[in-house]
């Protein structure tokens, strides 16, 4: 097995994949190392994204990757009242994210990358005080692996930027611990997702219903670190399922973490750079971090497959793809961060009362921007900000 490369990616999920595949578009000679044994599982997530998203990342979607198509929003006050929003014409799509990222993956190898599953990494190499590679295990075998760059994409859990001395650890109150359920036999509207709201639902959070079918959903929530070790989310989830879908099929049962805050202050050091959910690159405000881990994917790989070509990747080399992502992604998230500061602070009161204001406006005008603009008016500043983040829905 050859052991040296130009550049090594952790971690095979989407932003793993997407930059491992424009690094080796760009000329670099890449391995994609990643712990599980299949790329793809298990799935922790609820596999939403917006098919104008989609399109603008891929510029191509292959019907096999959609179990469902999304063409309604509901959104459910404390007190129950049911808000329908207007979608403005735009689809959304819930994956089939083992697909999906089986085919991330396919499309990276198809570019040249070598991919290994059940390589674990442990460990990042040093020489001279430079990066020099990454220690892995892989079928109780411990390899080393040579390159001139890392980058890692080992996600939400990732060790990789810790070792490699940059801080990113995260408040409590910033991460949000998810559990979810993918359930069957279940009587849902397939085209409308749900979404929760209240405290005795999900605290700092939202519980979610994402189609998969006509009879099948990803019924899962999130709960605020700053709440999670009161109840846990997974007993949160079963009183949510026990209410809502009483005699549902669980198919699976999944745990995972969504770091909900502004991107990493540092995520490039010399020989290193982060992308996905290690570099915190999600949302904010909806958590999503499939499409936002694939952009800066794409970002850093190209800009490492330039650094390679010029031989400099020296953290100022690399700081394009800082730039590059701030410019795309990272500024809406500082400004949906903002938002969502505020956002968490509202009562249950509060939210009912913006339910029922937000039922007056007729469902035409009733756009996410005008729920904000009526759950905002106390801070006009933050009416701004969300026009910024949430213009043209
Ligand atoms: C319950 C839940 C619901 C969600 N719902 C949505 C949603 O509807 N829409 C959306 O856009 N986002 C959603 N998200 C967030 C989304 O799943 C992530 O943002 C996205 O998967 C990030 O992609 P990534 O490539 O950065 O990381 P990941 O997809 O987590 O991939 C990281 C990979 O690195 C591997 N790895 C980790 N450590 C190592 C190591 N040491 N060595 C080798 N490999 C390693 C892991 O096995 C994994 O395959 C949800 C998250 C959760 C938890």
């Not at 190898?109 to 220690?135: C, F, K, M, Q, W």
């Not at 198919?251 to 770091?259: E, I, K, S």
């Amino acid at each position: 097995m050859n052991t040296a490369y130009d550049i090594i990616v952790v971690g095979g999920g989407p932003a793993g994949s997407m930059a491992a595949l424009e690094a080796a578009k760009g000329g670099a000679s890449v391995i994609m190392l990643e712990k599980d044994r299949e790329i793809g599982v298990p799935v922790r997530c609820a596999e939403g994204v917006s098919q104008a998203g989609l399109k603008l990342v891929m510029g191509f979607v292959k019907p096999g990757w959609i179990s469902q198509k999304i063409t309604k929003a509901q959104l459910i006050a404390p007190d129950g009242t049911a808000v329908d929003v207007g979608t403005a014409g735009q689809v959304g799509y819930i994956l089939h994210r083992k697909l999906f990222d089986y085919d991330l993956a396919s499309m990276a190898g198809e570019a040249g990358v070598n991919i290994l599953t059940r390589a674990y990494v442990y460990d990042i190499i040093r020489e001279s005080g430079n990066i020099a590679g990454v220690r892995a295990e892989h079928l109780d075998r411990k390899i080393e692996f040579r390159s001139r760059l890392v980058i890692g994409a080992d996600g939400v859990e990732s060790r990789l930027g810790r070792r490699a001395g940059l801080k990113t650890r995260t408040k409590p109150k910033d991460m949000d611990t998810c559990a979810q359920m993918t359930l069957a036999d279940i009587d849902i509207d397939p085209e409308t997702i749900v979404i929760y709201f209240g405290n005795q639902v999900a605290p700092g959070g939202y519980a979610w219903v994402f189609p998969k079918g006509p009879r099948m959903a990803n019924v899962g929530l999130g709960v605020s670190g700053k709440y999670s070790a009161e109840m846990k989310p997974i007993a949160y989830l079963h009183q949510f399922v026990d209410k809502h879908f009483p005699g549902a099929k669980i198919l699976t049962l999944v745990a995972g973490g969504v770091p909900c805050v502004d991107t990493l202050k540092h995520i490039v050091a010399d020989g290193l750079m982060l992308v996905g959910d290690a570099a915190h690159q999600v949302n904010p405000m909806t958590g999503g971090g499939i499409l936002n881990g694939m952009i800066a994917g794409k970002i850093a790989g190209r800009v490492a497959a330039d650094a390679i070509r010029k031989g400099d990747v020296s953290e100022k080399q690399l700081s394009p793809y800082v730039k590059e992502w701030h410019k795309t992604e990272g500024k809406n998230n500082e400004r949906s961060y903002r938002i969502q500061q505020v956002v968490n602070k509202f009562s249950d009161k509060d939210l009912n009362k913006i339910a029922q204001t937000v039922n007056g406006i007729p469902l035409k005008n009733r756009s996410i921007m005008q729920i904000f603009k009526t759950a905002l008016l106390k801070h006009p500043k933050l009416i701004l900000e969300a026009a910024k983040v949430y213009g043209g829905v």
